[in-house]
C-alpha cells in the first residue's frame, strides 16, 4: 500500500481517557519513524503512569475544518517521512497548533515545515517553501544538504537556559538523525518585523513559536526500539496531560476515531 493511499485515521488502541496525541503524517508501516513514535510514546506513558493514544492523521484529512479535528486532542506531534501527500494539511495543523498553544513537536519532516509554517504565517514570508516539495519554488527555505544525514549520528549543543536544556538536564547531547534536507544556507540568518530566524536557533530547538511548540531536526525516538526513553517524549507528553482538549466535533473524524 503506497504511504499516500493510507487510512486516514488509524488508531493504536481503543483505551478510555488516555491523552489523545495527533501523529500529522500519512502512515507507513515500513517507515522506521513510524514504528518507533507509537512505542515512544508508550515508554513515556509508562514513566508517567498514563495512559496514551497516538492517532494518525493522513495530511489530506487536515486540509479542511482543522481546528475542528485537531481540538480534540492534547498534543500533536508531526512526524518524518515527508514529503506528504498534503503540504497544505500539515502546515494547518502546525498552524493549528501554534495559535492555539497545544503542545507540539515537529521532528524531521515535521521540523522542516513547521519553519516553512513560522515563516510563511509570522514573517509575513508567503513565498517560503520546501525545494523537495516544489524544485521551482521561489523561496526555497528547505533545500537539499550538501552530505546527506541518512544514518547519521552527531552532536546537538543545547541553549543554554532552552526548554531542552532543562529537560535534557545537560548542555550537550549525541542524536540520530535521518534527513537529506535543511535549512537554506541562504537563508540562515534574516529578519523582518524585529523578529529572527537562524540556524543555530533551529537546530538548538529554542522557542521559535511560542512556549510550546518544539520543533527539532533530530529523532530521539529511534532509541525507543532499545526500550530506551527519550526525555524529550516524556517532558511534551507531561504537557499534553493539562491540555484543555474537546470532544471532536467533525462527524467524519469522529468516524474515524472510533471505528
Not at 478510555?16 to 495527533?22: D, E, L, M, Q, S
Not at 506531534?77 to 494547518?92: D, F, K, Q
Not at 526500550?227 to 507528553?237: K, T
Request: aromatic content about 8%; proline content about 8%.
Amino acid at each position: 500500500m503506497d504511504r499516500h493511499d493510507a487510512p486516514i485515521a488509524v488508531s493504536f488502541n481503543g483505551m478510555k481517557g488516555p491523552v489523545r496525541i495527533a501523529l500529522i503524517g500519512d502512515y507507513d508501516p515500513a517507515v522506521k519513524a513510524h514504528q518507533a513514535i507509537p512505542k515512544a510514546l508508550e515508554l513515556a506513558a509508562a514513566s508517567l503512569t498514563c495512559q496514551v493514544e497516538p492517532v494518525w492523521l493522513a495530511t489530506p484529512l487536515l486540509e479542511n475544518n482543522t481546528e475542528s479535528q485537531l481540538s480534540a486532542f492534547k498534543g500533536i506531534w508531526c512526524v518524518p517521512n515527508s514529503p506528504y501527500a498534503s503540504m497544505e494539511g500539515a502546515l494547518r495543523a502546525i498552524r493549528f497548533a501554534r495559535e492555539s498553544g497545544c503542545p507540539f513537536l515537529g521532528t524531521c519532516g515535521g521540523f522542516q515545515h513547521a519553519v516553512i509554517e513560522y515563516a510563511r504565517n509570522v514573517l509575513g514570508l508567503r513565498e517560503a517553501d520546501h525545494a523537495e516539495s516544489n524544485a521551482n519554488a521561489a523561496l526555497p527555505l528547505m533545500t537539499r544538504l550538501a552530505c546527506s544525514l541518512v544514518g547519521a549520528r552527531g552532536g546537538v549543543r543545547l541553549r543554554a537556559g532552552s526548554r531542552l536544556d532543562a529537560i535534557y538536564g545537560r548542555s550537550e547531547i549525541a542524536e540520530n538523525y535521518h534527513c537529506n534536507f535543511g535549512l537554506n544556507p541562504r537563508c540562515e540568518s534574516f529578519s523582518r518585523n524585529n523578529r529572527r530566524l537562524t540556524t543555530q536557533r533551529i537546530r538548538s530547538s529554542g522557542p521559535i513559536c511560542r512556549p510550546r511548540p518544539n520543533p527539532i531536526k533530530f529523532l530521539p525516538h529511534a532509541r525507543s526500539f532499545s526500550d530506551n526513553l527519550p526525555r524529550l517524549y516524556e517532558a511534551i507528553l507531561q504537557k499534553a496531560r493539562f491540555f484543555p482538549a474537546r470532544e471532536p466535533t467533525h462527524p467524519s473524524f469522529k468516524r474515524a476515531l472510533c471505528s
